[in-house]
């Protein structure tokens, strides 16, 4: 896979992005939906990557940068037709060698509480993220789960 940063003007990208907004929106309430559109990941001090293989739109992932040492995940999505994969497994991997070269200590992250969420809490844990209470501007939500890595 072919991972690069992105600045989200390709149609296929645009298209990944509104997909993953309209799910998020099915599963939370507006208050709990925490999902960045294009113009907010446009936004300095977020950098956006996607994934390709042969041409095809695999996945994406985003990084936020809260400060010089704490990294938010955003936008981690796998296109339909790649799920199960590996995708968001090596563009996770991607994200936080990232992170470590910029010399954050760790990254965080806004996940679904819900069973819809289970695969990519599941997925974060592998990687070691453990689960903590809300961050930056988070609040206590039902629907929230808050995890971070220590890098």
Not at 37 to 58: A, Y
Not at 83 to 96: M, N, P, S, T, W
Not at 98 to 126: C, D
């Amino acid at each position: 896979m072919e991972i690069k940063v992105d600045d989200l003007s390709g149609p296929e990208v645009r298209a990944l992005i509104m997909e993953h907004l309209l799910h998020m929106q099915s599963l939370s309430p507006p208050e709990s939906t925490h999902a960045l559109n294009l113009d907010g990941l446009k936004k300095p001090g977020i950098t956006f990557w996607s994934g390709w293989e042969q041409g095809d739109l695999v996945g994406c992932g985003a990084i936020k940068e809260l400060d010089r040492q704490h990294g938010e995940l955003k936008s981690m999505r796998t296109s339909a037709a790649h799920h199960r994969k590996g995708v968001a497994r090596q563009i996770l991997d991607h994200i936080i060698n990232e992170a470590k070269q910029r010399g954050y200590t760790r990254i965080s992250l806004e996940t679904g509480s819900m069973e819809a969420f289970e695969p990519a809490r599941k997925l974060y844990e592998k990687f070691g993220f453990t689960y903590c209470g809300p961050f930056a501007d988070y609040t206590d939500d039902p629907l929230s789960s808050f995890m971070t890595l220590e890098l």
